[in-house]
């Protein structure tokens, strides 16, 4: 069975290191300067149990200790950066020396560097404290696969996109594709499939019996969220605070009358008993408080209510229904049942 190999920065503390190879860190900045680029190496060898380990440290601004089963030998590299020239007021080309230990793990850890910060992200494991050491392995493995499935689908997205923009440039049609998820989106969408199967198997049945114009047309595959992504503009990303701020303001909610709540036309997703995605919004009032304070309650009430007129409390935009509510009114407004947990995921 093949061996993994082992490349990477390790501390200086502790078991694998050789006193030999550690430096000591210089406080002293002129003295530190002396020492940039002092570098020493030791190899392990005659060791059936870990062939051809390599340590070696570097004095960079502060001393680098590494620890490698990949590399053969110490070596510099020359290394070219463009920087900016005062002497000659633009910008050149400068070589530098690197060494092969930090060049090589520079080059070829970044897929790793990635997968760990995506698998970070959206990880249940922050909360969670658990003495059972299988328990940490089981999360990460499962945290690898949702990445790695991500990734999947990320590259699959811009496959098919290609794909069919290719096609189209030829036969001279127009089309488009479902909004691609967010890594948060991907990710709920895998948790709530792996709660609710049969859910998911239904939604697919669905998808399979349109055809790819119906598709495009639906702007989303979710079988969950019941935010209509067609209200929301595709160039728009709500993932980052600009987009969600420039969201808020070009878009108006929609107005909270006797007449519109009687008809229900403003908001047909109302009571659907599903969640409801939402952003919060600041300086604004709670437009059912204001509508109950305004036409439901008599004046003993508003007496004692007097808030509810300018309720301006944890407010948050309704992305379905298009209206500012409440955490209280948010949950009145919908018909939520709080009893109700499987409704409420989907189920």
């Known amino acids: 069975m093949a061996k993994a190999l082992a490349h990477g920065v390790v501390r200086t503390t502790g078991r694998g290191l050789p006193p030999s190879v550690r430096q000591l860190e210089e406080k002293n900045l002129k003295e530190a300067m002396k020492l940039r680029g002092r570098t020493a190496a030791a190899r392990l060898v005659n060791s059936p149990d870990c062939p051809d380990l390599f340590a070696c440290s570097v004095y960079d601004t502060k001393p680098v200790h590494m620890l490698s089963t990949v590399e053969e030998s110490m070596y510099w590299v020359t290394k070219k950066r463009k920087v900016w020239s005062a002497v000659h007021r633009e910008i050149q080309e400068m070589r530098h020396l690197r060494l092969n230990f930090i060049d090589d793990y520079n080059q070829n850890m970044n897929g790793a560097d990635i997968a760990d910060q995506l698998r970070n992200q959206y990880r249940p494991d922050h909360w969670m404290r658990n003495r059972k050491w299988w328990w940490a392995f089981f999360i990460w493995g499962i945290g690898m696969a949702s990445v790695n499935a991500y990734k999947l689908y990320d590259s699959m997205y811009d496959e098919e996109k290609r794909r069919r923009a290719n096609a189209q440039r030829r036969s001279g049609s127009r089309g488009g594709m479902p909004r691609k998820w967010t890594h948060l989106e991907f990710m709920t969408e895998l948790v709530y499939d792996l709660i609710f199967p049969g859910q998911t198997s239904v939604h697919l049945s669905r998808i399979g019996e349109l055809d790819d114009r119906s598709i ?13 992504d067609a209200q929301l503009e595709e160039e728009i990303d709500l993932d980052c605070d600009s987009g969600r701020e420039k969201y808020l303001e070009s878009t108006q909610p929609n ?15 109302r009571f659907d008993g599903l969640r409801h995605a939402s952003l919060p919004v600041t300086g604004k009032i709670c437009q059912y408080c204001k509508f109950q304070y305004t036409h439901d309650f008599d004046d003993r009430q508003r ?14 935009r309704c992305l379905v229904c298009n209206v500012n509510l409440c955490p209280i009114c948010e949950i009145e407004f919908h018909g939520v049942r709080m009893c109700e947990s499987a409704k409420l995921l989907g189920k």
């Open 255 to 269: 107005h909270m009358t006797r007449k519109a709540m009687d008809s229900n036309k403003h908001w047909p997703k």
């Open 303 to 316: 007496e004692a209510n007097p808030k509810m007129l300018r309720n301006q409390a944890n407010v948050r």
């Open 216 to 228: 495009d047309s639906t702007r989303s595959l979710s079988s969950f969220t019941s935010v209509d």
